[in-house]
């Protein structure tokens, strides 16, 4: 049975779903959004993506029309009432219905929307065997432009980095930044492992603050290794033992191939493979 779907406090049936046309959300990507993982009914660290949520609606001028608990409170009624154990929610935010034209102050009726739905993993062959990935030539959001941190309903920049990844003939995309460093994937922070420490790039490369990254971060730490977040670029990744990616969705993945080098020895290396054990015991206790 297809699930239903909360929107402004009703349930709806998926095909009547629905919202206008002259939604900001729509006309200019006007809105924010969150994308989580249910495992035994309950969503992993939500109050962290209600924050960030928060956070990214602050940061586009768009005041959310309830209040975080009740936003929480949404998201586990939507969970309770359509049943699911296990899978994947997605919470957007949009600035409303306006006129044709950009003006937000022309906007109303901002429309809060929780969907959920079984998770689309990828194959169990790519947490086995590692993910080829490519570097691609669409950079990251300038910074001073559009911050990354912003999870916003825009995302045609990652968008085309993964059309050039697709075209590459790989699942991923590795993004760069203005500066030419790492940045992240199109929907995955990026981690390497050299001389037995994990390494990620800081948030001001331009990346989003994953949470799926934080809990790997503090998970690394408890196990007893060093971790830097520090400027890389892929020299840093090409000559890395080890290399992998973290979301809420992939959750932790290894990556053996980058731009057709072999990582290591090919094979995803022992620590990635002890932080996704590590990883599955949190999630799946
Ligand atoms: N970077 C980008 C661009 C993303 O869209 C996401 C989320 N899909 C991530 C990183 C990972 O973030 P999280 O661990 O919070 O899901």
């Not at 993993?121 to 065997?129: A, G, N, S, T």
């Not at 990616?245 to 959750?251: I, Q």
Request: hydrophobic share 40%; charged share 25%.
């Amino acid at each position: 049975m297809p699930f239903k779907v909360w929107i402004n406090g009703q349930l709806y049936d998926r095909e009547n779903a629905k919202i206008g046309v002259y939604d900001h959300g729509l006309l200019y990507g006007d809105g924010v959004f969150e994308g989580m993982r249910i495992y035994g009914g309950k969503v992993f660290r939500l109050q962290e993506h209600l924050e960030r949520l928060w956070h990214s609606a602050k940061a586009i001028w768009l005041e959310i029309p309830i209040s975080l608990g009740e936003m929480a409170e949404a998201v586990n009624q939507t969970i309770r009432i359509n049943g699911l154990e296990d899978g994947y929610v997605r919470l957007l935010v949009t600035r409303g219905a306006g006129t044709l034209g950009l003006d937000p102050n022309r906007t109303s009726d901002p429309q809060v929307i929780v969907i959920v739905d079984h998770i689309e993993l990828y194959p169990k062959e790519y947490y086995r065997k590692g993910l080829e990935i490519v570097t691609v030539s669409t950079i990251r959001n300038h910074p001073a432009a559009l911050s990354p941190r912003i999870k916003s309903l825009n995302y045609l920049n990652n968008i085309l980095a993964k059309i050039e990844g697709q075209q590459a003939g790989c699942v991923e995309a590795l993004m760069l930044n203005h500066k030419g460093e790492i940045a992240e994937c199109t929907g995955d922070n990026i981690f390497l492992v050299a001389d037995g420490e994990l390494r990620t790039p800081p948030i001001d490369a331009g990346i989003l603050e994953g949470i799926t990254r934080a809990v790997v971060m503090e998970l690394a730490e408890e196990a007893g290794m060093r971790v830097r977040e520090l400027p890389l670029t892929k020299h840093d990744v090409y000559i890395a033992d080890e290399c992998f990616l973290t979301g809420s969705a992939a959750e932790v993945v290894p990556v053996v191939k980058v731009d057709s080098r072999q990582i290591g020895n090919g094979r995803p290396g022992p620590i990635t493979q002890q932080l996704l054990q590590r990883f599955h015991e949190v999630t799946r206790q």
